[in-house]
């Protein structure tokens, strides 16, 4: 705060400064009535009594706020000259400069709720040992500008006790969320200690699930808004896009989160249902075995990827569903799924990296043992060349028919000679002269053109006149 040029500064009363407020009324003529002038007498009165029994340094303090070599209270005064019915907050001046032209602000975040003009000597007495208690605790905020008090609240959010056991305890969070979603919950023995175990996931995972995603190990990167707690001597800073925000004690370094918890408590939770769950893995060892089966599986199955790949497309290719080998099958099943390099253990942490869409898959996994690694190379490629052929015979052969009408047949072979024809010529044929030059035709009109000399005159000679116009409309020629 610089009230240097800011008001104006009553002889008669030397610990206030009479400050225009409302951005229409930017200066003040003077304070006319009877009334208010008693009322700055009092302010004056008890403010000079009250600020007396104030420590050396919280007096320091007050100066530096107001940057005077004494303080004098803000006292706002609207409409350049009635006394406005409540006093200003210091927040008001907050890490701010107002200019002295404007009038400040008619914010009612800044200004008390007590119409401090109608109270008794003893009232306003309190009031003002309250506002003065405030001032103190807001000057000595602005020693420090916001961005060292925000990483001072960024280290103490490091540092505090919950913050430091999601941070240490992140994977077994991690894992206990997937696992709570996982299609292989449900294989797992025995169903009371499932349901038993997903209702006490509900209550542990609570506070962490409280937290924003960005403010998991530190504050977030936003934006933030810090706003003063006086009556706790606190800072509140609030990031309005995560809609999130913690509780700061300057004097102590202290921060609280929204939602405490009790620390021995979370501790031993999360323990809990980390070991409850492996419990859960050790009676289901049929489950861990089918899915270490999978794995070597797809290992196996990954040196012929690119024969595999190509098999599938080719299948695709033929309109063909059906899997004439398990490889294939297997291969694509097991491409759905995430799978841990290393061997599946029956423990929390092991089996979270394990994702498998469809947990029915695990019932195949004895058929499949069925595939023989030694002979797998032989039989896919053999697979391989029988669709090869298959596809050789699905290519479009010269004596295909495209059209038929009754006895009259419009080859492939043809059908691209008319259309090879047609691209070389640079004439523009009509529909007619294309007709009668298949139908062998030696019009004027023709002989001029040269048609008569092209491969495909006469081609069509045998058929009827309607049929060769019907085959030239179907085949878009
Ligand atoms: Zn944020």
Redesign the pocket.
Known sequence: MNSNHLGHQPEAHPSLLLIPAGRKHPNIRSIGRKEERAVLTRLQQILSIELDRLSIRDQQLLRDFVDLPSFQLPVPVCKQQSLCPSLLKPEMFLWKKHAPTRGLPLNEEFFYKTPYQSLSTRELTVHLQEVIRDYVFCAWVQRLNQNTWIERIQQAYREHPFIVLARSKQNVVRAVEKMNRSSLLGLLNYPEDLSYWRHRVEIVMRPYRSI?P??QYE????E?DLSLDYSTESIHVT????S?GVTYWPLTAQLQLPHEVKMEQAVKRIATIERQFDQMALQSLRVITSLNKLRSLKKQLSSYEPLLEKLISLKEKLGESKKDHPALSCYEELKKMDLPEENITPDLISLAKVSVPDAAVLKHAEKWQSIDNGSLESELAELYNELLMREQSMQPQPHDVLFQIKDYCLTRAEFEKIKACLEETELTLSFHLLVQTLLGEATNKVRRLGLHETEIFGMLSQWPRKYITEAVKAQSI
């Open positions: 924003p960005d403010w504050i977030c990167e936003h933030k990031c309005k896009e995560c999130y």
